[in-house]
């Protein structure tokens, strides 16, 4: 039990940790917005290093490492993005009028080349981890990215929370790309969805002849996959959970515009936190 706890709350901090991280950095200065890029790029051909020599681990350790390498590599692919480094060849708002196709292929080509590298990340974690006995790593990437994937669809269908005091001011054009609405139909299809993987873990986890490694791995992998789901219900919520990052986002008008590498879109798209009160315009 003192495992599960020990894995459940090592998760949440991290994630909690990293996201304001993420979000303090892109609102620093020109020098530490570059040293940022160059740290997280060493830090995250480490992790594919972290991840070919945990992959044949079993121990707990193991585990951690593993897991903890997984979000440095995606780590990576969020500040790249973020800070505009590795973002798509569409770099300007589009007019509220597009519609249908040439909306969706827009808003494609504005993270187009972002989602090129998450794949390239992705292919060599997964090569990395191939038949290894250490599977947490490959798990915890996949989730953070097929949710993540699952979020900006949902961005674009149309929920309540768009997130806009997420946004930086180099990426404020990046809300023409979303709609607001109070529902779309593929909401209701992600978060089931979700849910029954999540519950999967959770069975898996309880099973009597599992490993301390086993038992921990599926404890940071669902744990990460919970919090996804929770980031999806905060997209169409009346609530403002924009306060567990306050101590990033209220430097916003104190720090210094960020450097942008000729683009203007986010790693990811913003969490789904912001619930202030604003009209809907359902579609």
Known sequence: MSDTFIALGFAIFIWWFSTGIVILLNRMSQTAVTMSLVISSALGLGALVGLSHTAQQTGVLGAYCAFTCALLAWGWNELSFLTGWITGPQKTAILKSTTGMPRFVASFNAVLWHELAILLVGV??????????????????????????SAKLNLFFGVRNLSEEFLPTHLAYLESFFKRRRMNAFFPFAVVTASACLWFLVEFANQPMITPAQLVGAVLVGTMLALAIFEHLMLVLPLDTTALWRWAIRKKQTMQTPVVFEAHVPPVLPNPLDSHDKSLQVN
């Open 124 to 149: 060599a974690i997964v090569a990395i981890t191939w038949d290894a006995p250490n599977q947490v790593g490959t798990g915890t990437y996949l989730v953070l990215w097929i949710m993540r994937t």
